[in-house]
Protein backbone atom coordinates (compact mmCIF):
# COMPACT_ATOMS: atom_id res chain seq x y z
CA UNK A 1 0.00 0.00 0.00
CA UNK A 2 1.29 3.45 -0.81
CA UNK A 3 2.20 5.65 1.77
CA UNK A 4 -1.01 7.79 3.05
CA UNK A 5 1.18 10.42 4.94
CA UNK A 6 1.26 13.61 2.95
CA UNK A 7 3.05 16.00 5.56
CA UNK A 8 1.43 18.75 3.34
CA UNK A 9 -1.87 17.47 3.89
CA UNK A 10 -4.45 17.81 6.71
CA UNK A 11 -8.07 17.24 7.30
CA UNK A 12 -10.30 20.21 8.25
CA UNK A 13 -10.22 21.18 11.71
CA UNK A 14 -13.98 20.22 13.77
CA UNK A 15 -15.05 22.40 16.34
CA UNK A 16 -14.24 20.51 19.97
CA UNK A 17 -11.51 18.21 18.63
CA UNK A 18 -7.83 18.30 18.08
CA UNK A 19 -6.47 18.50 14.85
CA UNK A 20 -4.24 15.79 15.17
CA UNK A 21 -7.11 13.46 16.53
CA UNK A 22 -8.62 15.12 13.31
CA UNK A 23 -6.12 14.07 10.86
CA UNK A 24 -5.49 10.71 12.60
CA UNK A 25 -9.39 9.47 12.10
CA UNK A 26 -9.27 11.02 8.29
CA UNK A 27 -6.35 8.94 7.45
CA UNK A 28 -8.45 5.84 9.08
CA UNK A 29 -11.33 6.66 6.73
CA UNK A 30 -9.41 7.09 3.75
CA UNK A 31 -7.41 3.97 4.49
CA UNK A 32 -10.88 2.22 4.17
CA UNK A 33 -11.25 3.96 1.16
CA UNK A 34 -7.91 2.74 -0.13
CA UNK A 35 -8.69 -1.30 1.21
CA UNK A 36 -11.62 -1.63 -0.90
CA UNK A 37 -10.09 0.09 -3.90
CA UNK A 38 -12.03 3.03 -4.73
CA UNK A 39 -9.11 5.48 -3.88
CA UNK A 40 -6.11 5.71 -5.68
CA UNK A 41 -3.61 5.76 -2.72
CA UNK A 42 -0.52 7.42 -5.16
CA UNK A 43 -2.93 10.86 -4.79
CA UNK A 44 -1.33 11.06 -1.46
CA UNK A 45 2.00 10.95 -2.11
CA UNK A 46 4.92 13.07 -3.29
CA UNK A 47 4.69 11.39 -6.69
CA UNK A 48 0.57 11.76 -7.40
CA UNK A 49 -0.11 12.97 -10.98
CA UNK A 50 -2.18 16.17 -10.65
CA UNK A 51 -5.44 15.23 -11.10
CA UNK A 52 -7.48 17.67 -13.60
CA UNK A 53 -10.45 19.63 -12.36
CA UNK A 54 -13.31 17.93 -13.17
CA UNK A 55 -16.12 20.53 -13.22
CA UNK A 56 -16.66 24.33 -11.57
CA UNK A 57 -19.99 25.62 -10.97
CA UNK A 58 -22.05 26.01 -14.10
CA UNK A 59 -26.20 26.37 -15.11
CA UNK A 60 -27.63 23.56 -16.96
CA UNK A 61 -28.07 24.82 -20.91
CA UNK A 62 -31.63 23.32 -21.07
CA UNK A 63 -33.14 24.31 -17.78
CA UNK A 64 -30.60 27.05 -16.80
CA UNK A 65 -31.09 25.04 -13.62
CA UNK A 66 -27.80 25.72 -11.28
CA UNK A 67 -25.85 23.08 -10.78
CA UNK A 68 -23.18 22.75 -8.77
CA UNK A 69 -21.13 19.38 -9.63
CA UNK A 70 -17.71 18.54 -7.65
CA UNK A 71 -14.63 21.19 -7.20
CA UNK A 72 -11.84 18.80 -7.18
CA UNK A 73 -9.05 21.70 -7.31
CA UNK A 74 -5.07 20.43 -8.50
CA UNK A 75 -2.94 19.72 -5.30
CA UNK A 76 -6.09 19.81 -2.95
CA UNK A 77 -7.96 16.46 -3.51
CA UNK A 78 -9.71 15.54 -0.35
CA UNK A 79 -8.69 18.39 2.23
CA UNK A 80 -12.01 20.31 2.81
CA UNK A 81 -15.67 19.62 1.55
CA UNK A 82 -17.25 22.80 -0.59
CA UNK A 83 -19.37 25.84 1.70
CA UNK A 84 -21.36 27.13 -1.69
CA UNK A 85 -23.82 24.10 -2.01
CA UNK A 86 -27.04 25.09 -0.59
CA UNK A 87 -27.85 24.60 2.88
CA UNK A 88 -31.54 24.61 2.85
CA UNK A 89 -33.97 23.24 0.42
CA UNK A 90 -36.18 25.67 -1.53
CA UNK A 91 -37.85 24.23 -4.41
CA UNK A 92 -40.00 26.09 -6.58
CA UNK A 93 -43.64 26.63 -4.94
CA UNK A 94 -47.22 27.94 -6.06
CA UNK A 95 -47.40 31.62 -4.62
CA UNK A 96 -50.78 30.47 -3.46
CA UNK A 97 -49.17 27.66 -1.42
CA UNK A 98 -46.66 29.38 0.52
CA UNK A 99 -45.87 26.13 2.65
CA UNK A 100 -45.04 23.35 -0.08
CA UNK A 101 -46.81 20.59 0.14
CA UNK A 102 -46.26 17.23 -1.93
CA UNK A 103 -48.84 16.87 -4.16
CA UNK A 104 -47.57 13.33 -4.55
CA UNK A 105 -48.05 10.17 -1.88
CA UNK A 106 -45.62 8.22 -1.49
CA UNK A 107 -46.02 4.11 -2.87
CA UNK A 108 -47.30 2.03 -0.95
CA UNK A 109 -44.49 0.44 0.44
CA UNK A 110 -43.47 3.23 2.23
CA UNK A 111 -46.11 2.42 5.26
CA UNK A 112 -43.59 -0.36 5.85
CA UNK A 113 -41.16 2.42 7.67
CA UNK A 114 -43.84 2.58 10.36
CA UNK A 115 -43.62 -1.17 11.13
CA UNK A 116 -40.00 -1.21 10.80
CA UNK A 117 -39.57 1.44 13.49
CA UNK A 118 -42.35 0.13 15.50
CA UNK A 119 -40.46 -1.41 18.05
CA UNK A 120 -38.84 1.74 19.29
CA UNK A 121 -42.17 3.60 19.53
CA UNK A 122 -43.45 3.16 22.80
CA UNK A 123 -39.34 3.55 24.24
CA UNK A 124 -38.06 5.97 22.01
CA UNK A 125 -34.01 5.26 21.21
CA UNK A 126 -31.23 6.33 23.75
CA UNK A 127 -27.78 7.06 22.88
CA UNK A 128 -26.93 3.74 24.26
CA UNK A 129 -29.44 1.92 22.56
CA UNK A 130 -27.64 3.29 19.45
CA UNK A 131 -24.14 2.65 21.14
CA UNK A 132 -25.27 -1.20 21.69
CA UNK A 133 -25.64 -2.00 17.51
CA UNK A 134 -21.90 -1.28 17.33
CA UNK A 135 -20.88 -4.54 17.72
CA UNK A 136 -21.61 -5.61 14.53
CA UNK A 137 -21.76 -1.89 13.01
CA UNK A 138 -18.99 -1.01 10.10
CA UNK A 139 -19.93 2.05 10.28
CA UNK A 140 -21.66 5.00 12.19
CA UNK A 141 -23.50 7.84 10.61
CA UNK A 142 -24.13 11.62 12.59
CA UNK A 143 -25.79 14.49 10.67
CA UNK A 144 -25.92 17.32 12.29
CA UNK A 145 -26.85 20.74 10.51
CA UNK A 146 -27.03 19.37 7.12
CA UNK A 147 -23.54 17.89 7.43
CA UNK A 148 -22.53 13.87 7.56
CA UNK A 149 -20.29 13.02 10.17
CA UNK A 150 -18.53 9.34 9.37
CA UNK A 151 -17.10 6.67 12.17
CA UNK A 152 -15.82 3.60 10.55
CA UNK A 153 -15.33 0.55 12.20
CA UNK A 154 -13.84 -2.09 9.72
CA UNK A 155 -14.08 -2.69 5.85
CA UNK A 156 -17.08 -3.97 4.79
CA UNK A 157 -17.41 -6.48 1.75
CA UNK A 158 -15.94 -4.88 -1.34
CA UNK A 159 -17.52 -0.88 -1.41
CA UNK A 160 -20.82 -1.51 -0.04
CA UNK A 161 -20.24 0.64 2.99
CA UNK A 162 -18.60 3.26 0.50
CA UNK A 163 -21.46 3.35 -1.99
CA UNK A 164 -23.79 3.45 0.79
CA UNK A 165 -22.21 6.75 2.47
CA UNK A 166 -21.91 7.74 -0.83
CA UNK A 167 -26.03 7.31 -1.46
CA UNK A 168 -26.58 9.64 1.88
CA UNK A 169 -24.39 12.04 0.68
CA UNK A 170 -26.20 12.14 -2.14
CA UNK A 171 -29.63 12.14 -0.41
CA UNK A 172 -28.27 15.18 1.32
CA UNK A 173 -27.74 17.31 -1.81
CA UNK A 174 -31.14 16.08 -2.93
CA UNK A 175 -32.67 17.78 0.09
CA UNK A 176 -30.26 20.27 1.61
CA UNK A 177 -31.25 20.78 5.32
CA UNK A 178 -34.08 19.03 5.43
CA UNK A 179 -33.05 16.16 7.09
CA UNK A 180 -33.19 16.38 10.86
CA UNK A 181 -29.97 15.89 13.04
CA UNK A 182 -29.66 11.94 13.65
CA UNK A 183 -27.11 9.26 14.93
CA UNK A 184 -27.31 5.51 13.59
CA UNK A 185 -25.21 2.40 13.28
CA UNK A 186 -24.92 -0.04 10.02
CA UNK A 187 -24.28 -3.11 9.73
CA UNK A 188 -23.65 -3.98 5.52
CA UNK A 189 -22.98 -7.68 5.76
CA UNK A 190 -26.15 -9.56 4.18
CA UNK A 191 -27.96 -11.73 7.05
CA UNK A 192 -29.97 -9.48 10.03
CA UNK A 193 -28.29 -10.35 13.40
CA UNK A 194 -30.78 -8.21 15.70
CA UNK A 195 -32.85 -11.31 16.73
CA UNK A 196 -36.71 -10.23 17.99
CA UNK A 197 -36.68 -13.38 20.49
CA UNK A 198 -34.21 -11.74 22.15
CA UNK A 199 -36.35 -8.77 22.98
CA UNK A 200 -39.51 -10.28 24.08
CA UNK A 201 -39.54 -9.48 27.86
CA UNK A 202 -40.96 -5.63 28.96
CA UNK A 203 -37.87 -4.05 29.07
CA UNK A 204 -36.10 -5.20 26.16
CA UNK A 205 -34.60 -2.54 24.52
CA UNK A 206 -33.23 -3.68 20.94
CA UNK A 207 -30.56 -1.87 19.35
CA UNK A 208 -31.33 -0.23 16.14
CA UNK A 209 -29.11 -1.41 13.33
CA UNK A 210 -29.60 -0.24 9.30
CA UNK A 211 -28.74 -2.73 7.16
CA UNK A 212 -29.85 -4.00 3.73
CA UNK A 213 -32.79 -6.44 4.63
CA UNK A 214 -34.44 -8.33 7.29
CA UNK A 215 -36.40 -11.26 8.00
CA UNK A 216 -39.65 -12.18 10.00
CA UNK A 217 -37.95 -12.96 13.09
CA UNK A 218 -35.37 -10.19 12.89
CA UNK A 219 -35.09 -6.22 14.03
CA UNK A 220 -32.92 -4.88 11.49
CA UNK A 221 -33.98 -1.32 10.03
CA UNK A 222 -34.19 -2.21 5.99
CA UNK A 223 -32.39 1.03 3.85
CA UNK A 224 -32.10 1.08 0.37
CA UNK A 225 -28.58 -0.86 -0.72
CA UNK A 226 -25.35 0.33 -2.09
CA UNK A 227 -25.47 -0.98 -5.98
CA UNK A 228 -28.41 2.01 -6.36
CA UNK A 229 -25.38 4.32 -6.63
CA UNK A 230 -23.20 1.74 -8.50
CA UNK A 231 -21.81 -1.61 -7.85
CA UNK A 232 -17.66 -1.22 -9.60
CA UNK A 233 -17.23 -5.00 -8.69
CA UNK A 234 -19.43 -6.31 -10.82
CA UNK A 235 -19.60 -3.31 -13.62
CA UNK A 236 -23.58 -2.39 -12.31
CA UNK A 237 -24.26 0.71 -13.64
CA UNK A 238 -26.13 3.35 -11.37
CA UNK A 239 -29.63 2.70 -10.64
CA UNK A 240 -30.83 5.81 -12.32
CA UNK A 241 -29.39 5.15 -16.19
CA UNK A 242 -30.25 1.38 -15.99
CA UNK A 243 -33.30 1.66 -15.49
CA UNK A 244 -33.53 3.30 -18.75
CA UNK A 245 -31.31 1.10 -20.31
CA UNK A 246 -33.53 -2.10 -19.43
CA UNK A 247 -36.84 -0.52 -19.95
CA UNK A 248 -35.11 0.48 -23.67
CA UNK A 249 -33.70 -3.42 -23.32
CA UNK A 250 -37.15 -4.84 -23.27
CA UNK A 251 -38.64 -3.21 -26.36
CA UNK A 252 -36.04 -5.30 -28.44
CA UNK A 253 -38.04 -8.03 -28.12
CA UNK A 254 -41.69 -8.62 -27.97
CA UNK A 255 -42.88 -10.73 -25.64
CA UNK A 256 -44.69 -13.85 -27.45
CA UNK A 257 -41.07 -13.89 -29.45
CA UNK A 258 -39.17 -14.33 -26.79
CA UNK A 259 -37.70 -17.94 -25.45
CA UNK A 260 -40.42 -19.84 -23.57
CA UNK A 261 -38.71 -20.80 -20.84
CA UNK A 262 -37.27 -19.56 -17.59
CA UNK A 263 -33.84 -18.15 -17.59
CA UNK A 264 -31.60 -17.29 -14.61
CA UNK A 265 -28.03 -16.60 -14.34
CA UNK A 266 -25.46 -16.41 -11.05
CA UNK A 267 -23.41 -17.51 -8.97
CA UNK A 268 -24.57 -21.12 -7.43
CA UNK A 269 -21.78 -21.63 -5.03
CA UNK A 270 -22.94 -18.57 -2.39
CA UNK A 271 -25.78 -20.76 -0.89
CA UNK A 272 -27.03 -24.12 -0.71
CA UNK A 273 -30.46 -23.23 -1.99
CA UNK A 274 -29.19 -21.98 -5.40
CA UNK A 275 -26.89 -24.96 -6.01
CA UNK A 276 -30.22 -27.01 -5.57
CA UNK A 277 -31.77 -24.50 -8.03
CA UNK A 278 -28.81 -26.11 -10.93
CA UNK A 279 -30.78 -29.76 -10.37
CA UNK A 280 -33.87 -27.83 -11.93
CA UNK A 281 -31.53 -27.14 -15.49
CA UNK A 282 -32.49 -29.03 -18.43
CA UNK A 283 -30.51 -31.97 -19.23
CA UNK A 284 -30.59 -35.43 -21.64
CA UNK A 285 -32.96 -36.85 -18.55
CA UNK A 286 -35.37 -34.23 -17.62
CA UNK A 287 -36.19 -30.71 -19.15
CA UNK A 288 -38.05 -28.61 -16.38
CA UNK A 289 -38.78 -25.68 -18.66
CA UNK A 290 -35.51 -23.92 -17.41
CA UNK A 291 -32.20 -22.24 -18.99
CA UNK A 292 -29.98 -21.79 -15.93
CA UNK A 293 -26.70 -20.88 -16.40
CA UNK A 294 -23.59 -19.91 -13.86
CA UNK A 295 -21.91 -16.66 -13.85
CA UNK A 296 -18.14 -16.41 -13.18
CA UNK A 297 -17.45 -12.95 -12.38
CA UNK A 298 -13.73 -13.69 -12.24
CA UNK A 299 -13.97 -14.73 -15.90
CA UNK A 300 -16.77 -11.53 -16.97
CA UNK A 301 -14.14 -9.34 -15.64
CA UNK A 302 -11.52 -10.85 -17.87
CA UNK A 303 -13.89 -10.89 -20.63
CA UNK A 304 -15.21 -7.42 -20.46
CA UNK A 305 -18.64 -7.95 -18.48
CA UNK A 306 -20.05 -8.98 -22.03
CA UNK A 307 -22.18 -11.64 -20.30
CA UNK A 308 -23.78 -9.85 -17.38
CA UNK A 309 -25.54 -6.67 -19.30
CA UNK A 310 -28.40 -6.15 -17.58
CA UNK A 311 -30.45 -4.64 -20.65
CA UNK A 312 -29.62 -7.51 -22.73
CA UNK A 313 -31.54 -10.09 -20.14
CA UNK A 314 -34.48 -9.24 -20.88
CA UNK A 315 -34.92 -12.40 -23.29
CA UNK A 316 -36.69 -14.90 -21.96
CA UNK A 317 -40.64 -15.10 -21.03
CA UNK A 318 -39.86 -16.06 -17.40
CA UNK A 319 -36.92 -15.35 -15.09
CA UNK A 320 -36.12 -16.59 -12.36
CA UNK A 321 -35.14 -14.75 -8.88
CA UNK A 322 -33.78 -16.90 -6.23
CA UNK A 323 -31.89 -15.71 -2.90
CA UNK A 324 -28.48 -16.03 -2.44
CA UNK A 325 -26.68 -15.85 1.04
CA UNK A 326 -29.33 -13.77 2.02
CA UNK A 327 -31.82 -11.11 0.33
CA UNK A 328 -29.85 -10.39 -3.60
CA UNK A 329 -29.20 -7.02 -5.17
CA UNK A 330 -30.56 -9.44 -8.31
CA UNK A 331 -34.33 -8.82 -7.36
CA UNK A 332 -35.06 -4.96 -8.70
CA UNK A 333 -33.09 -6.21 -12.48
CA UNK A 334 -35.00 -9.17 -12.82
CA UNK A 335 -38.54 -7.34 -11.92
CA UNK A 336 -37.75 -5.03 -13.93
CA UNK A 337 -37.72 -7.02 -17.22
CA UNK A 338 -41.53 -7.33 -18.67
CA UNK A 339 -40.79 -10.55 -18.39
CA UNK A 340 -42.86 -13.25 -15.45
CA UNK A 341 -40.90 -13.42 -12.75
CA UNK A 342 -40.69 -16.29 -11.13
CA UNK A 343 -40.60 -15.89 -7.10
CA UNK A 344 -38.36 -19.03 -5.50
CA UNK A 345 -40.34 -18.45 -1.72
CA UNK A 346 -38.05 -16.24 -0.09
CA UNK A 347 -36.41 -15.83 3.77
CA UNK A 348 -35.05 -12.43 3.63
CA UNK A 349 -36.88 -8.74 2.20
CA UNK A 350 -35.65 -5.67 1.29
CA UNK A 351 -37.33 -1.95 1.62
CA UNK A 352 -39.87 -2.63 -2.02
CA UNK A 353 -40.80 -6.17 -1.98
CA UNK A 354 -43.38 -6.15 0.38
CA UNK A 355 -45.68 -3.65 -1.97
CA UNK A 356 -45.76 -6.26 -4.63
CA UNK A 357 -47.94 -9.00 -4.24
CA UNK A 358 -48.09 -12.46 -5.69
CA UNK A 359 -49.97 -13.04 -8.95
CA UNK A 360 -49.99 -9.46 -9.43
CA UNK A 361 -46.28 -8.66 -9.38
CA UNK A 362 -44.62 -11.98 -9.50
CA UNK A 363 -45.47 -16.08 -9.73
CA UNK A 364 -44.49 -17.50 -6.61
CA UNK A 365 -42.43 -20.55 -6.63
CA UNK A 366 -41.99 -23.34 -3.77
CA UNK A 367 -38.78 -23.39 -2.24
CA UNK A 368 -38.88 -27.22 -1.36
CA UNK A 369 -39.93 -28.26 -4.79
CA UNK A 370 -38.14 -25.64 -7.11
CA UNK A 371 -38.38 -27.93 -10.34
CA UNK A 372 -41.86 -29.30 -10.42
CA UNK A 373 -42.82 -25.97 -9.08
CA UNK A 374 -41.19 -23.98 -12.15
CA UNK A 375 -42.36 -26.27 -14.84
CA UNK A 376 -45.51 -25.71 -13.70
CA UNK A 377 -45.03 -22.13 -14.03
CA UNK A 378 -43.70 -22.08 -17.04
CA UNK A 379 -46.23 -24.42 -18.33
CA UNK A 380 -49.20 -22.68 -16.86
CA UNK A 381 -47.56 -19.14 -18.12
CA UNK A 382 -47.50 -20.44 -21.96
CA UNK A 383 -51.08 -21.59 -21.48
CA UNK A 384 -52.02 -18.57 -20.26
CA UNK A 385 -49.95 -16.04 -22.50
CA UNK A 386 -51.65 -12.69 -21.61
CA UNK A 387 -51.80 -13.33 -17.64
CA UNK A 388 -48.13 -14.52 -18.17
CA UNK A 389 -47.66 -10.80 -19.85
CA UNK A 390 -50.34 -8.76 -17.50
CA UNK A 391 -47.75 -10.36 -14.72
CA UNK A 392 -44.46 -9.25 -16.24
CA UNK A 393 -45.97 -6.04 -17.21
CA UNK A 394 -47.09 -5.07 -13.62
CA UNK A 395 -44.02 -5.76 -12.23
CA UNK A 396 -42.17 -4.14 -14.51
CA UNK A 397 -44.22 -0.84 -13.86
CA UNK A 398 -43.96 -0.78 -10.79
CA UNK A 399 -40.25 -0.94 -11.13
CA UNK A 400 -40.16 1.60 -13.29
CA UNK A 401 -42.46 4.35 -11.45
CA UNK A 402 -42.63 3.44 -7.96
CA UNK A 403 -38.36 2.59 -7.71
CA UNK A 404 -37.11 5.25 -9.77
CA UNK A 405 -34.66 7.17 -8.03
CA UNK A 406 -36.78 9.82 -6.80
CA UNK A 407 -38.38 7.40 -4.81
CA UNK A 408 -35.51 5.26 -3.72
CA UNK A 409 -34.28 8.89 -1.90
CA UNK A 410 -37.52 9.83 -0.35
CA UNK A 411 -37.74 6.39 0.96
CA UNK A 412 -34.18 7.42 2.83
CA UNK A 413 -35.82 10.76 3.70
CA UNK A 414 -38.79 9.27 5.23
CA UNK A 415 -37.33 6.50 6.83
CA UNK A 416 -34.36 8.66 8.52
CA UNK A 417 -37.12 11.38 9.88
CA UNK A 418 -39.01 9.22 10.96
CA UNK A 419 -35.93 7.35 13.21
CA UNK A 420 -34.84 10.78 14.10
CA UNK A 421 -37.80 11.19 15.56
CA UNK A 422 -37.09 8.73 17.99
CA UNK A 423 -34.08 9.96 19.48
CA UNK A 424 -34.49 11.02 23.32
CA UNK A 425 -31.12 12.99 22.70
CA UNK A 426 -29.35 15.72 20.55
CA UNK A 427 -27.01 14.05 18.49
CA UNK A 428 -23.52 14.92 18.69
CA UNK A 429 -20.20 14.25 16.71
CA UNK A 430 -18.21 11.77 17.93
CA UNK A 431 -14.94 12.08 18.67
CA UNK A 432 -13.44 9.73 16.28
CA UNK A 433 -16.10 10.79 13.60
CA UNK A 434 -15.11 12.72 10.12
CA UNK A 435 -16.95 15.40 7.88
CA UNK A 436 -17.41 13.19 4.62
CA UNK A 437 -18.92 15.09 2.03
CA UNK A 438 -18.90 14.21 -2.19
CA UNK A 439 -15.42 16.06 -2.51
CA UNK A 440 -13.74 14.19 -0.35
CA UNK A 441 -15.09 10.52 -1.30
CA UNK A 442 -14.94 10.98 -4.95
CA UNK A 443 -12.35 13.43 -6.15
CA UNK A 444 -9.86 11.20 -5.45
CA UNK A 445 -11.45 7.61 -6.86
CA UNK A 446 -10.47 6.30 -9.79
CA UNK A 447 -11.64 3.99 -12.66
CA UNK A 448 -15.01 2.44 -12.03
CA UNK A 449 -15.19 3.66 -9.11
CA UNK A 450 -15.14 7.55 -10.49
CA UNK A 451 -17.28 6.65 -13.35
CA UNK A 452 -20.22 5.44 -11.04
CA UNK A 453 -20.06 8.37 -8.78
CA UNK A 454 -20.05 10.94 -11.25
CA UNK A 455 -23.06 9.31 -12.85
CA UNK A 456 -24.70 8.83 -9.80
CA UNK A 457 -23.74 12.29 -7.89
CA UNK A 458 -26.38 14.86 -7.60
CA UNK A 459 -25.44 18.28 -9.12
CA UNK A 460 -28.76 20.26 -7.72
CA UNK A 461 -30.93 20.28 -5.11
CA UNK A 462 -34.78 18.59 -6.01
CA UNK A 463 -37.21 21.10 -7.56
CA UNK A 464 -39.70 18.84 -5.21
CA UNK A 465 -40.39 18.11 -1.63
CA UNK A 466 -40.65 14.81 -0.63
CA UNK A 467 -43.65 12.89 -1.15
CA UNK A 468 -46.20 12.45 1.51
CA UNK A 469 -45.94 9.66 3.93
CA UNK A 470 -49.10 7.46 3.80
CA UNK A 471 -50.53 6.54 6.94
CA UNK A 472 -49.33 3.18 9.33
CA UNK A 473 -51.00 0.11 8.80
CA UNK A 474 -53.89 -0.22 11.54
CA UNK A 475 -53.75 -3.97 12.74
CA UNK A 476 -56.97 -5.23 10.64
CA UNK A 477 -55.77 -3.51 7.26
CA UNK A 478 -51.80 -5.49 7.64
CA UNK A 479 -53.93 -8.81 8.74
CA UNK A 480 -55.91 -8.53 5.51
CA UNK A 481 -52.56 -7.52 3.09
CA UNK A 482 -50.94 -10.96 4.82
CA UNK A 483 -53.96 -13.17 4.23
CA UNK A 484 -54.37 -11.85 0.63
CA UNK A 485 -50.82 -12.33 -0.01
CA UNK A 486 -51.09 -15.81 1.86
CA UNK A 487 -54.26 -16.83 -0.19
CA UNK A 488 -52.60 -15.88 -3.51
CA UNK A 489 -49.69 -18.46 -2.60
CA UNK A 490 -52.05 -21.61 -1.72
CA UNK A 491 -54.04 -20.77 -5.15
CA UNK A 492 -51.06 -21.17 -6.73
CA UNK A 493 -49.95 -24.31 -5.08
CA UNK A 494 -53.29 -25.95 -5.36
CA UNK A 495 -53.32 -25.12 -9.20
CA UNK A 496 -49.98 -26.84 -8.86
CA UNK A 497 -50.85 -30.18 -7.06
CA UNK A 498 -54.13 -30.49 -9.30
CA UNK A 499 -51.62 -30.50 -12.40
CA UNK A 500 -49.02 -32.64 -10.94
CA UNK A 501 -52.10 -35.12 -10.11
CA UNK A 502 -53.54 -35.05 -13.30
CA UNK A 503 -49.96 -35.95 -14.92
CA UNK A 504 -49.73 -39.19 -12.43
CA UNK A 505 -53.24 -40.18 -13.67
CA UNK A 506 -52.35 -39.88 -17.13
CA UNK A 507 -49.21 -42.44 -16.68
CA UNK A 508 -51.17 -44.55 -14.64
CA UNK A 509 -53.96 -45.35 -17.38
Known sequence: ????????????????????????????????????????????SHTSTQ????????????????????????????????RDYPTSHKPSTNPDRPVPISDKTCPSFFRWIH????????????????????????????????????EMYRPSIQSRAMFTLWGILQLLRWYPGRLPDLDLMFDCDDRPVVQAKDFHHPNARPPPLFRYCSDGWSLDIVFPDWSFWGWAETNIRPWGGLLEDIKEGNKRTKWMDRVPYAYW????????????????????????????????????SKKGYKQSNLESQCTHRYKIYIEGWAW????????????????????????????????????????????T????????????????????KAASKFIQEDLKMD??????????????????????????????????????????????MGESMVKSPSDSIPCTMPPPYDPSSLQDL????????????????????????????
Open 373 to 392: SLKFAVQWGNNHTLKAQAIG
Open 407 to 452: NVYDYMFHLLNEYAKLLKFTPTIPPGAVELCSEIMACPANGTWEKF
Open 51 to 82: KPLILSREKSKSTQKQEFPLKCTRGNLTKTCP
Open 115 to 150: EDLRHWKGTGITRDMVEGARRTAHFRLVIVDGKAYV
Open 265 to 300: RGNPNVAPTRKDLLKCNVSDKDDWNTRLYIQDWVQE
Open 482 to 509: IEKSNWSRKQVETWENEYWQSQNNKLKH
Open 328 to 371: SVSEKYILACDSMTLLITPRYYDFFIRGMAPLHHYWPIRGNTKC
Open 1 to 44: MHDLLDPGWQPMVIKKRSVATAAVMFLILVSFFVFAGWIDASVF
